[in-house]
């Protein structure tokens, strides 16, 4: 019982946005945010000064992360449309064409 607990508590630990920055096949993807770093400016002399400059860039890395993340899922979902489009074209030859507008049906 207390190594499941232990498992659960370092689950719950770890910082699962680094974690969530992939893609799945089948463009189901997982990019989030990462939590936003200390927002206080804080003086050279406080202690807490290094730590928060490390949470900052440690913070632009995640971004950088989560934006590669976004650019897969962002790939993944055009070619995906590609697909798509291209079967709409074979199903369907020249009537294969979207409607915009009034004239489009629902």
Do not use: W
Not at 47 to 64: A, G, I, V, W
């Amino acid at each position: 019982m207390s190594r499941i607990l232990i498992i659960l508590l370092l689950v719950a630990i770890l910082p699962a946005h680094t974690a969530a920055q992939m893609t799945f096949d089948g463009g189901v993807g997982n990019c989030f945010p990462p939590d936003d770093p200390y927002p206080y400016k804080l003086a050279k002399a406080d202690p807490l000064y290094e730590t928060s400059r490390d949470e900052h860039q440690r913070h632009l890395e995640d971004m950088e992360k989560y934006v590669n993340c976004l650019d897969r899922e962002r790939s993944v979902a055009l070619s995906q449309f590609r697909a798509s489009y291209n079967l709409f074209k074979k199903n369907f030859g020249k009537d294969a064409v979207f409607k915009y507008g009034p004239d489009r049906t629902e």
